[in-house]
């Protein structure tokens, strides 16, 4: 009896307070008990605040883009050389006669593979004259043999004028054996086309074939720019944009000179090659 009308107080109390039980599903606040006691979420005064859901996990992945025909083919031929590695380096470190003989196998198929890309490649050859190198440089004798003609043709008639806007540095040392060997060679090449010759003596020394030759005061060194210092040496100048280029170290035929020079002066890089 003392019980029920505790309970009966409390919701009289309850009543005329304006309050309604609190539950665990309903929150309302009051200044009494909320503002003033300061009770907080104990006594449901506040919700907690909501945990962000994962957006992650409610997205679902992009589905993939659908992998080309050039890329799955370039995927197959990956994993094919993959395994020929793993294939050779298991034979060869551990060998057994399963492991050799699946080696072998797998490279008999690269073998194969190459075969048929070589006659492809040949094919294409002689098909396309882009592709035939024999189309700008001869092979056969007797087509080499015109070509070299119409070369050397070529070659004498831009060679003759070299001495109008070319002229040479010649770097050597009077102890050189080579250099004596070769100053008569560029004697005879700067004779034959009128071209004029500066020779630096980098020891001091004289050379019989140019004895007019001045005595190297580190403009060789300089000029070298970091390359070794190989006599004898030949550099190009251009007398009317006064630039400079090495064609030779060392000693080399008459010929193979006039060919250096003809295409460092009457060709661009990879127009001849």
């Known amino acids: 009896m003392i019980e029920f009308a505790t309970r009966a107080l409390c919701a009289c109390v309850l009543a005329f307070s304006g309050l309604a039980p609190v539950s665990a599903g309903t929150v309302d606040r009051d200044d009494l008990y909320c503002a003033e006691r300061g009770l907080g979420h104990w006594f449901y005064c506040s919700r907690p605040e909501p945990e962000p859901e994962d957006q992650e996990q409610g997205e679902a992945a992009p589905p993939a883009a659908p992998m ?145 030759a001045r005595l190297d005061t580190g403009q060789f060194e300089l000029l070298l720019g970091g390359r070794e210092a190989v006599v004898p040496a030949v550099m190009l100048l251009n007398t009317e944009t006064n630039t400079t280029h090495w064609v030779s170290f060392g000693a080399i035929s008459g010929q193979e000179l006039a060919q250096r020079i003809f295409v460092t002066m009457s060709r661009e890089p990879g127009e001849d090659y």
């Not at 025909?69 to 380096?89: G, K, V």
């Not at 294409?124 to 592709?131: E, T």
Request: hydrophobic residues 40%.
């Open 68 to 212: 080309s025909a050039e890329a799955a083919l370039l995927a197959e031929a990956e994993a094919f050389q993959r395994r020929l590695d793993e294939l050779r380096l298991m034979a060869a470190y551990a060998p057994t006669e399963e492991r050799v003989r699946e080696y072998q196998a797998m490279q008999w198929r690269a073998m194969e593979g190459a075969a048929l890309f070589s006659d492809f490649w040949r094919r294409n050859v002689w098909s396309d004259p882009a592709l035939d190198y024999s189309v700008r440089r001869p092979v056969a004798q007797y087509a080499r043999s015109e070509w070299i003609d119409q070369r050397s043709m070529e070659m004498t008639a831009d060679l003759a004028a070299l001495s109008e806007r070319y002229g040479l540095f010649y770097f050597y040392r009077s102890d050189c054996p080579y250099c004596a060997r070769f100053s008569p060679v560029l004697r005879y090449f700067a004779d034959s086309h009128g071209v004029e010759v500066r020779a630096v003596s980098v020891d001091g020394g004289p050379s019989p074939e140019f004895p007019d």
